[in-house]
T-cell receptor, first 112, second 114 residues
Framework: GNSVTQMEGPVTLSEEAFLTINCTYT??????LFWYVQYPGEGLQLLLK?????DKGSNKGFEATYRKETTSFHLEKGSVQVSDSAVYFC???????????FGKGTRLSVIA | DGGITQSPKYLFRKEGQNVTLSCEQN?????MYWYRQDPGQGLRLIYY???????QKGDIAEGYSVSREKKESFPLTVTSAQKNPTAFYLC?????????????FGSGTRLTVV
Protein backbone atom coordinates (compact mmCIF):
# COMPACT_ATOMS: atom_id res chain seq x y z
CA GLY A 1 0.00 0.00 0.00
CA ASN A 2 0.89 3.65 -0.08
CA SER A 3 3.12 5.03 2.65
CA VAL A 4 5.07 8.12 3.64
CA THR A 5 8.25 8.16 5.70
CA GLN A 6 9.64 11.37 7.10
CA MET A 7 12.62 12.03 9.27
CA GLU A 8 12.27 11.64 13.00
CA GLY A 9 12.32 14.75 15.09
CA PRO A 10 12.61 16.86 16.96
CA VAL A 11 14.78 19.12 14.85
CA THR A 12 16.30 22.10 16.65
CA LEU A 13 17.90 24.91 14.66
CA SER A 14 19.18 28.38 15.33
CA GLU A 15 17.47 31.30 13.64
CA GLU A 16 18.65 31.83 10.03
CA ALA A 17 19.88 28.24 9.70
CA PHE A 18 19.09 26.09 6.65
CA LEU A 19 16.29 23.58 7.05
CA THR A 20 15.79 20.22 5.39
CA ILE A 21 13.10 17.76 6.43
CA ASN A 22 13.30 14.54 4.47
CA CYS A 23 10.22 12.81 3.09
CA THR A 24 10.12 9.69 0.95
CA TYR A 25 7.10 7.82 -0.28
CA THR A 26 5.90 4.52 -1.65
CA UNK A 27 2.97 4.60 -4.05
CA UNK A 28 1.64 3.07 -7.20
CA UNK A 29 1.04 5.37 -10.10
CA UNK A 30 1.64 9.10 -9.87
CA UNK A 31 0.54 10.52 -6.53
CA UNK A 32 0.18 14.15 -5.55
CA LEU A 33 2.41 15.24 -2.68
CA PHE A 34 1.79 17.75 0.09
CA TRP A 35 3.44 19.40 3.06
CA TYR A 36 1.23 20.53 5.92
CA VAL A 37 2.22 22.61 8.96
CA GLN A 38 0.65 22.46 12.42
CA TYR A 39 1.25 25.26 14.93
CA PRO A 40 0.70 24.50 18.62
CA GLY A 41 -2.93 23.85 19.50
CA GLU A 42 -4.16 24.28 15.95
CA GLY A 43 -5.24 22.22 12.97
CA LEU A 44 -3.08 21.49 9.97
CA GLN A 45 -2.59 24.05 7.22
CA LEU A 46 -1.52 23.28 3.68
CA LEU A 47 1.98 24.64 3.20
CA LEU A 48 2.72 23.57 -0.36
CA LYS A 49 1.96 20.87 -2.89
CA UNK A 50 3.17 19.27 -6.13
CA UNK A 51 1.01 17.24 -8.43
CA UNK A 52 3.48 15.78 -10.93
CA UNK A 53 7.12 14.81 -11.24
CA UNK A 54 9.67 17.66 -11.19
CA ASP A 55 7.08 20.14 -9.95
CA LYS A 56 8.36 22.48 -7.26
CA GLY A 57 5.93 23.63 -4.61
CA SER A 58 6.77 26.80 -2.73
CA ASN A 59 5.22 29.03 -0.08
CA LYS A 60 6.49 31.38 2.65
CA GLY A 61 10.10 30.64 1.74
CA PHE A 62 9.63 26.88 1.93
CA GLU A 63 10.22 24.70 -1.13
CA ALA A 64 9.90 21.04 -2.05
CA THR A 65 10.54 19.30 -5.37
CA TYR A 66 8.70 16.17 -6.48
CA ARG A 67 11.46 13.70 -7.36
CA LYS A 68 10.02 10.59 -8.94
CA GLU A 69 13.40 8.93 -9.48
CA THR A 70 14.16 9.02 -5.75
CA THR A 71 10.49 8.96 -4.60
CA SER A 72 11.16 11.98 -2.43
CA PHE A 73 9.63 15.33 -1.55
CA HIS A 74 12.06 16.96 0.88
CA LEU A 75 11.07 20.25 2.52
CA GLU A 76 13.68 23.04 2.53
CA LYS A 77 13.98 26.60 3.72
CA GLY A 78 17.05 28.74 3.37
CA SER A 79 16.73 30.74 6.58
CA VAL A 80 14.35 29.68 9.33
CA GLN A 81 12.72 32.01 11.82
CA VAL A 82 11.44 31.42 15.34
CA SER A 83 7.92 31.67 13.93
CA ASP A 84 8.57 28.55 11.82
CA SER A 85 8.55 26.41 14.96
CA ALA A 86 5.81 23.86 14.34
CA VAL A 87 5.16 20.26 13.34
CA TYR A 88 5.49 19.47 9.64
CA PHE A 89 3.64 16.61 7.94
CA CYS A 90 4.35 15.12 4.54
CA UNK A 91 1.36 13.50 2.78
CA UNK A 92 0.39 11.87 -0.48
CA UNK A 93 -2.78 11.36 -2.46
CA UNK A 94 -3.09 8.58 -4.97
CA UNK A 95 -5.81 10.53 -6.80
CA UNK A 96 -8.35 7.83 -6.10
CA UNK A 97 -11.01 7.74 -3.44
CA UNK A 98 -8.74 6.71 -0.60
CA UNK A 99 -7.85 9.19 2.13
CA UNK A 100 -4.55 11.03 2.14
CA UNK A 101 -1.65 9.14 3.65
CA PHE A 102 0.33 11.16 6.21
CA GLY A 103 3.81 10.79 7.59
CA LYS A 104 4.24 10.83 11.37
CA GLY A 105 5.26 14.47 11.48
CA THR A 106 8.53 16.23 12.31
CA ARG A 107 8.68 18.78 15.11
CA LEU A 108 10.86 21.81 14.35
CA SER A 109 12.05 24.15 17.06
CA VAL A 110 13.88 27.32 16.05
CA ILE A 111 15.76 29.18 18.76
CA ALA A 112 16.80 32.82 18.65
CA ASP B 1 -15.20 33.11 3.94
CA GLY B 2 -15.46 29.38 3.38
CA GLY B 3 -14.01 27.10 5.97
CA ILE B 4 -14.44 24.20 8.33
CA THR B 5 -15.55 24.75 11.92
CA GLN B 6 -15.08 22.40 14.82
CA SER B 7 -16.78 22.88 18.15
CA PRO B 8 -16.24 23.01 21.00
CA LYS B 9 -12.53 23.81 21.17
CA TYR B 10 -12.24 22.11 24.56
CA LEU B 11 -14.46 19.33 25.86
CA PHE B 12 -14.45 17.44 29.12
CA ARG B 13 -16.02 14.03 29.50
CA LYS B 14 -16.74 11.99 32.56
CA GLU B 15 -16.08 8.29 32.58
CA GLY B 16 -18.92 6.36 30.95
CA GLN B 17 -20.36 9.32 29.05
CA ASN B 18 -20.87 9.69 25.33
CA VAL B 19 -19.88 13.02 23.82
CA THR B 20 -20.37 14.42 20.34
CA LEU B 21 -17.88 16.61 18.51
CA SER B 22 -19.22 18.92 15.85
CA CYS B 23 -17.70 19.50 12.40
CA GLU B 24 -19.33 21.82 9.84
CA GLN B 25 -17.99 22.97 6.48
CA ASN B 26 -19.26 25.52 3.98
CA UNK B 27 -16.77 24.68 1.24
CA UNK B 28 -19.21 22.46 -0.67
CA UNK B 29 -16.75 19.61 -0.23
CA UNK B 30 -17.97 16.08 -0.88
CA UNK B 31 -15.69 14.20 1.50
CA MET B 32 -15.10 14.63 5.24
CA TYR B 33 -12.72 12.95 7.67
CA TRP B 34 -12.04 12.53 11.36
CA TYR B 35 -8.54 12.08 12.76
CA ARG B 36 -7.21 11.53 16.24
CA GLN B 37 -3.87 12.99 17.35
CA ASP B 38 -2.15 12.01 20.57
CA PRO B 39 0.69 14.09 22.09
CA GLY B 40 3.78 13.89 19.95
CA GLN B 41 2.05 11.50 17.57
CA GLY B 42 0.91 11.61 13.99
CA LEU B 43 -2.64 11.48 12.68
CA ARG B 44 -4.76 8.37 12.90
CA LEU B 45 -7.89 8.07 10.74
CA ILE B 46 -11.10 7.29 12.62
CA TYR B 47 -13.86 7.55 10.00
CA TYR B 48 -14.40 9.16 6.65
CA UNK B 49 -17.32 9.89 4.35
CA UNK B 50 -17.20 10.36 0.60
CA UNK B 51 -20.87 11.26 0.16
CA UNK B 52 -23.98 11.95 2.21
CA UNK B 53 -25.45 8.94 4.03
CA UNK B 54 -22.31 6.88 3.54
CA UNK B 55 -19.15 6.51 5.62
CA GLN B 56 -16.25 4.09 6.08
CA LYS B 57 -14.20 3.00 9.05
CA GLY B 58 -10.64 4.16 9.28
CA ASP B 59 -7.79 2.60 11.20
CA ILE B 60 -9.13 3.17 14.71
CA ALA B 61 -12.95 3.21 14.47
CA GLU B 62 -13.67 1.15 17.58
CA GLY B 63 -15.45 3.18 20.26
CA TYR B 64 -16.47 5.93 17.82
CA SER B 65 -19.54 6.53 15.66
CA VAL B 66 -20.42 9.07 12.96
CA SER B 67 -23.30 10.19 10.79
CA ARG B 68 -23.48 12.09 7.52
CA GLU B 69 -27.04 13.28 7.08
CA LYS B 70 -26.04 16.55 5.42
CA LYS B 71 -23.20 17.40 3.12
CA GLU B 72 -22.06 20.19 5.43
CA SER B 73 -21.96 18.21 8.66
CA PHE B 74 -20.03 15.18 9.95
CA PRO B 75 -20.39 14.83 13.74
CA LEU B 76 -18.26 12.35 15.68
CA THR B 77 -19.55 10.62 18.81
CA VAL B 78 -17.00 9.29 21.26
CA THR B 79 -18.78 6.50 23.08
CA SER B 80 -18.14 5.01 26.50
CA ALA B 81 -16.64 2.01 24.69
CA GLN B 82 -13.61 4.16 23.78
CA LYS B 83 -11.33 3.40 26.70
CA ASN B 84 -8.77 6.11 26.16
CA PRO B 85 -10.52 9.05 24.52
CA THR B 86 -8.28 11.86 25.76
CA ALA B 87 -6.76 13.29 22.57
CA PHE B 88 -6.88 16.10 20.04
CA TYR B 89 -9.51 15.47 17.35
CA LEU B 90 -9.21 16.95 13.89
CA CYS B 91 -11.86 17.14 11.21
CA UNK B 92 -11.00 17.69 7.55
CA UNK B 93 -12.79 17.98 4.24
CA UNK B 94 -11.83 17.68 0.61
CA UNK B 95 -13.23 18.33 -2.81
CA UNK B 96 -13.72 15.43 -5.18
CA UNK B 97 -10.27 16.13 -6.70
CA UNK B 98 -8.30 15.74 -3.48
CA UNK B 99 -5.25 14.87 -5.52
CA UNK B 100 -5.02 18.47 -6.66
CA UNK B 101 -6.18 20.31 -3.56
CA UNK B 102 -5.60 18.06 -0.56
CA UNK B 103 -7.55 18.62 2.64
CA UNK B 104 -8.83 21.60 4.54
CA PHE B 105 -8.61 21.08 8.31
CA GLY B 106 -10.58 22.49 11.18
CA SER B 107 -8.86 23.92 14.25
CA GLY B 108 -9.50 20.84 16.36
CA THR B 109 -11.28 19.80 19.56
CA ARG B 110 -9.28 18.81 22.61
CA LEU B 111 -11.15 16.14 24.56
CA THR B 112 -10.18 15.33 28.13
CA VAL B 113 -11.62 12.63 30.36
CA VAL B 114 -12.07 13.80 33.94
Amino acid sequence: GNSVTQMEGPVTLSEEAFLTINCTYTATGYPSLFWYVQYPGEGLQLLLKATKADDKGSNKGFEATYRKETTSFHLEKGSVQVSDSAVYFCALSDRGNTPLVFGKGTRLSVIA
Amino acid sequence: DGGITQSPKYLFRKEGQNVTLSCEQNLNHDAMYWYRQDPGQGLRLIYYSQIVNDFQKGDIAEGYSVSREKKESFPLTVTSAQKNPTAFYLCASSARDRGSYGYTFGSGTRLTVV
